[in-house]
């Protein structure tokens, strides 16, 4: 575990840009403080601030947590919802929610979770049934990868994990390239 404090005098314009510059690194997935950069390693944060005024003093606080795991399964569990009952646009969303934390994962360095890509084939094959006839192949191609990314994370085979997220990437920017 990591644990670094630091405590700094600014002015109110320096305060602002670091906030700032502090708010867009977190917008890209970083804590950047003091030139140290730190992965968030999620996509939906706990926070909680507190403000207290009194006659002399104004405190601000604010902190922000997040466990990975736990938000893989509050966010998209499928004990939740029935993914059979969704709307399309409700499944594109969770299908997005679900790859951007596989996606994430990989580019840190680590193999997804098995239970957030077998979430991500259960709704896919879900959306299935809402794919037009004319990028029903590459849909089905999509899915055949997702598949192999499964068999690769079985594996533990980090490398072929990382390449056929890669081929997964291409192949959505292909898709929705053509139909979208």
Excluded at 13 to 35: C, P, R, T, V
Excluded at 78 to 102: A, H, T
């Amino acid at each position: 575990m990591l644990k670094k404090k630091d405590y700094q005098n600014m002015e109110l314009e320096e305060l602002g840009s670091f906030l700032e510059q502090l708010g867009l690194a977190i917008k890209e997935g970083f804590l950047n403080l003091n030139d140290e950069k730190w992965p968030l390693r999620t996509d939906t944060l706990k926070v909680k601030w507190e403000i207290k005024i009194d006659k002399e003093d104004t405190k601000f606080k604010l902190s922000f947590s997040a466990k990975k795991e736990d938000l893989a399964k509050k966010k998209y569990s499928e004990s939740d919802k029935s993914s059979s009952s969704l709307k399309p646009k409700q499944l594109k969303k969770q299908m997005g929610g679900l790859w951007k934390v596989i996606v994430r994962d990989v580019k840190y360095q680590q193999l997804p979770s098995l239970q957030d890509i077998n979430a991500l084939l259960a709704v896919m094959e879900q959306y299935s049934r809402f794919a037009e006839d004319t990028w029903q192949t590459a849909w089905r191609a999509c899915l055949e990868k997702v598949m192999l990314l499964k068999q690769a994370v079985n594996e533990q085979d980090l490398l072929s994990v990382k390449e056929i997220t890669e081929e997964i990437i291409r192949l959505e920017k292909s898709c929705h390239k053509r139909y979208k």
